[in-house]
């Protein structure tokens, strides 16, 4: 073939190159510690590094301004040993400054949380000092580095036990149980803890994969001790939980969802915006179809797992349950261990709402309504 008679592109020429600001690129800034004070300044000044830094800065913006957004409806969904690994504080801190306004989480990290909310220790584990099966006749339950007590576990199962025989309740859902514990602590215990910080600023909380939690087993216990004593054991309806939150999402103006991991609460959660359209189509409802317009998820996931951990929410775009970035949609990834991530983000994000004087959307229960 003729040399002449090949096509190739043409070149560049020096005189067309942009200059980034000429086509409205935003620049980067090195990352000067000795002028970052707080952690505000210092997640402020990592939004305008690259990679996992970046990320970071750019979710704390985001979520400032939904807490910010008197009219946005935050729910945040948990998945991973979060109250284990001791970060069940950060989550009474988003719910006091009203970061969120609904919690759906695991019942595991709820478990974990409520032994801590009730005085229980968790331990750290260093490979070395027993095995597993060691570990196991010693009643020391290993989460990866960390041990939960089997003790803590039993003497949780007899609270909730005393919980439901005081109030005997006809039917449950995960919402109803999560806050007659969040009571019970509220006037029993001293100090903060997941379910009692959402009891006193009403917010819900939702388990829907119940049944997989130390929690939904003593409740299974209850129900079977009911049963053995030839009483009425009470019913669980989980439809009960999809419904409420369906309708305080309906009831919004504005949705956003906070993400920490994926799995079950994720889902569970963002299935909210199909559900309503899918209602309107095969029933005939007419309630207005809503989406989430604001997402931020910290999870060391990757999306070609393929699994919903690391599904991507211009992924979620397309099953119709988010706002596209073209319609306005804002979402930031924070690919990383939720552990590191996480309390920098809330804590840059508190900085700002007390030095800006930003009020919570979460109101503190009055003393007769507690």
């Known amino acids: 073939m003729n040399k002449s008679d090949r096509t190739h592109p043409p070149g560049r020429e020096a005189k067309a190159y942009g200059t980034g600001f000429s086509d409205g690129l935003e620049p980067l800034e090195a990352l000067d510690l000795r002028k970052c ?3 505000s300044e210092l997640v402020n000044c990592m939004g305008k590094t690259a990679f996992g830094g970046r990320t970071v800065g750019e979710a704390a913006d985001l979520l400032y301004d939904m807490a910010a957004d008197k009219d946005v409806f ?5 998945s991973g040993a979060m109250t284990i690994a001791k970060m069940g504080l950060v989550i009474c801190d988003m719910i006091e400054t009203g970061m969120v306004q609904a919690v759906v989480s695991t019942g595991a990290l709820i478990t974990h949380g409520l032994t801590e909310t009730m005085g229980m220790r968790h331990f750290k584990y260093r490979p070395g000092q027993m095995n597993d099966e060691n570990l196991y006749f010693k009643g020391y339950d290993r989460v990866y580095d960390t041990l939960e007590l ?9 609270v909730v036990h005393a919980i439901f025989k005081a109030e005997q309740p006809e039917k449950m859902c995960s919402r109803s149980i999560c806050e007659s514990i969040g009571k019970h602590l509220h006037k029993n215990m001293p100090g903060r803890g997941v379910l009692k910080t959402a009891y006193e600023y009403g917010v819900p909380v939702y388990i829907p994969a119940f049944t997989d939690s130390e929690l939904g087993l003593d409740v299974s216990i209850y129900k079977w001790f009911r049963r053995m004593n030839n009483e009425v054991e009470p019913q669980y309806d989980p439809f009960l ?3 409420d939150l369906t309708e305080r999402f309906i009831g919004s103006r504005k949705q956003g969802i906070f993400t920490i991991g994926g799995g079950v609460p994720r889902n ?5 915006a199909p559900y309503i359209e899918i209602r309107n189509m095969r029933l005939g409802m007419n309630r207005p ?8 998820r910290i999870c060391p996931e990757p999306a070609h797992w393929g699994g919903l951990s690391g599904c991507t929410y211009s992924e979620g775009v397309s099953w119709g349950k988010f706002v596209p970035i073209s319609k306005g949609g804002r979402f930031v990834e924070v690919i990383s261990d939720a552990t590191i991530a996480w309390p920098m983000i809330v804590k840059a994000v508190m900085e700002r709402m007390e030095k800006t004087g930003t009020k919570s959307k979460n109101k503190l229960k009055s003393g007769d309504d507690k």
């Open 241 to 243: 939980d999809l419904d």
């Open 268 to 272: 569970w959660a963002q299935q909210i």
């Open 289 to 296: 179809i809503k989406r989430y317009q604001f997402g931020i």
């Open 37 to 39: 004070n707080t952690v």
């Open 74 to 78: 935050t729910i945040m969904t948990m």
């Open 150 to 158: 089997e003790k803590n576990l039993d003497d949780t199962e007899k």
